[in-house]
């Protein structure tokens, strides 16, 4: 092939690889092959060219022409398709970082339930779960709260109708679970609770708790003890203190209340813990007879442990957050720092 037509055809597939668009292709088909194009250029010159060459050349300007077509062609029928045009192919860079599409993430209330679940697994606890509409039996009676207790008055519960309320603490699930499993029994029960209380930075109408129940032959309050301090320490680090108030508790018997030294200010005083050192994270104690009792548990075998924790409460401790309505109100810019 002679030079010029050698040329002709590097940049015409120079450009056809750089074409992105049917319009693209529509003007590189009239540049080469339209009536006044450059194939068209060629033909007019062979009667200039010496006659034992013109059919030579007449062939070759002829062949690349039906070379070009036949391309054209092809790439016109790809970009109809919709086919990626081969630019754009190109100009992608894969070394460049990719769009990063906003990851959701679970809600800190959610990750706390997760690290209590992990933390009492390995110490041997399965997880229960129980109706947030409850019976007032589950949340009173079987729990040995009597009839004229201030905690039962719609000060303190939502009801629902008669005996029917949405349960103000996880207690409950102690009952269902011993209703239906015979020792040796040992859960923790995580779940929404509710309680009318007026909104405000400490108090929330509805909130989580987890409770924990450990029933066998032999269980004593040092078990308890050594449990919540193995809990203690996996949740708040090593050295967190943990100190035991008596208490009282209607299911329980003795009862005690925990406190952890304060994380805020690592018991030096702070406002937080009311500048003693100290805060209360639970509430404990051996499971009254009553309670065994009331699930047809032999008292005189059995003994067990119990505890009930406000999850908000240990979540807002271990972060320093200073307001417990910042967990319900789906700021993204809060629930993005856990
Ligand atoms: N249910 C109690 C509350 O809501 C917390 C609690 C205290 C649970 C002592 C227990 C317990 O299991 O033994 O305040």
Redesign the pocket.
């Known amino acids: 092939m002679i030079k010029e037509l050698e040329e002709v055809k590097k940049d015409f597939l120079n450009e056809i690889n750089s074409v992105a668009t049917l319009k693209d292709i529509e003007q590189l088909k009239i540049k080469y092959l339209g009536r006044k194009g450059i194939i068209s250029d060629f033909m007019k010159t062979i009667p200039t060219v010496p006659a034992e060459q013109r059919a030579t050349y007449g062939l070759q300007i002829n062949t690349l022409k039906n070379e070009f077509t036949s391309l054209i062609g092809d790439v016109t029928r790809r970009l109809s398709r919709g086919a990626i045009p081969r630019t754009e192919k190109e100009l992608f860079d894969i070394t460049l970082p990719g769009k990063q599409p906003p990851l959701g993430k679970k809600h800190p209330i959610t990750q706390t339930i997760d690290d209590v679940k992990e933390a009492f697994a390995r110490l041997g606890f399965d997880v229960a779960y129980g109706p947030e509409v409850e019976l007032e039996y589950y949340n009173f009676d079987a ?1 040995n709260i009597p009839s004229d207790h201030p905690s039962r008055t719609d000060f303190d519960t939502f009801y629902i109708k008669n005996d029917i309320l949405l349960r ?4 409950t699930v ?1 009952i269902r679970i011993m209703e239906k499993q015979k020792p040796p029994i040992r859960i923790i029960a995580p779940g929404r ?1 509710y309680r009318p209380d007026t909104v405000d930075a400490r108090h929330s109408f509805m909130f989580h ?1 987890v ?3 450990l029933v066998d032959e032999g269980v004593s309050f040092t078990d308890l003890k050594e449990v919540l301090n193995q809990f203690i320490k996996t949740y708040f680090g090593k050295d967190v203190q943990m100190r035991f108030r008596p ?1 009282f ?1 209607p ?2 018997e003795p ?1 005690a ?1 925990v406190d952890i030294s304060c994380s805020i200010c690592s018991g030096k005083g702070c406002s937080v813990c009311s500048y003693s050192g100290w805060v209360e994270i ?4 051996m ?1 009254d007879p009553h309670v065994f009792k009331a699930v047809h548990y032999d008292a005189e075998k059995y003994t067990g ?6 999850i908000e409460r240990i979540t807002m401790l271990k972060y320093g957050i200073d307001d417990i309505r910042l967990f319900y109100e789906n700021d993204i810019r809060f629930l993005s720092q856990f």
């Open positions: 729990l103000s603490q996880t207690s102690q609770v708790q409770e924990g129940l208490s508790f299911f329980t009862s209340e639970l509430g404990a104690g499971v442990f119990a505890f009930g924790m406000g």
